[in-house]
């Protein structure tokens, strides 16, 4: 009887951690247009890492980053970055970085790389980044979550399949092209987070 119930309740932990999972907010961040933009000829910045230190090419502006910050507080999401900085800088290093720039939610996760099939094929930088967010939504077996990226995700996704629906994108740019700023994004996202 007693071996009966410990795995009743093993088994009730499990169905709460995987609704748990599910129910988390996630945002997959990119770097350049969302956070960085316009202070590429601004200097190097250099970053002390315990007993190493580590440079980054350029500095990211600080009116997005607390948009950022603002954003997971008030919808207590993490990050998955899904920026090309993930080819650049080890896990251990992006955290340093948007510790750095105020942005203290916690990040999970880098989205990566696809198999051979995407080597081969060179499908858009768009559609792999669209595909390798969703590959991670799959595997986690996320429900709530969306994208901050220059990049037109939205017109990839409805290409998905499954089909994810295009409204989960956040267009973002800086002051290029017409996506705006994420310091004027921050309802949107609370919101669609919220959905």
Known sequence: MGYLFGKVQKIS?????????????????DVDG???WGTW??????????????????PWVEEDCQALEKICNETNASLVVS????????????????????ITAPIVDITTHQDLWMKMSRPGAEWERAAEITKWVKDNKVSNWISIDDMRLAEQYKWMKP??????????????GQGGRLRDKIEECINKLNR
């Open 13 to 29: 932990y499990i169905c709460k951690y995987k609704k748990l999972v599910m129910r988390r907010k996630i945002i997959f961040i």
């Open 34 to 36: 969302p956070l960085a």
């Open 41 to 58: 000829g601004d200097g190097r910045v250099t970053l002390n890492e315990s007993t190493k230190t580590f440079t980054i090419p350029y």
């Open 83 to 102: 920026s090309d900085w993930r080819k650049h800088f080890s896990f251990i290093q992006l955290k340093r970085i948007f510790m750095y720039y105020g």
């Open 163 to 176: 089909k994810v629906p295009m409204w989960r994108h956040v267009q973002v740019d800086g002051d290029f």
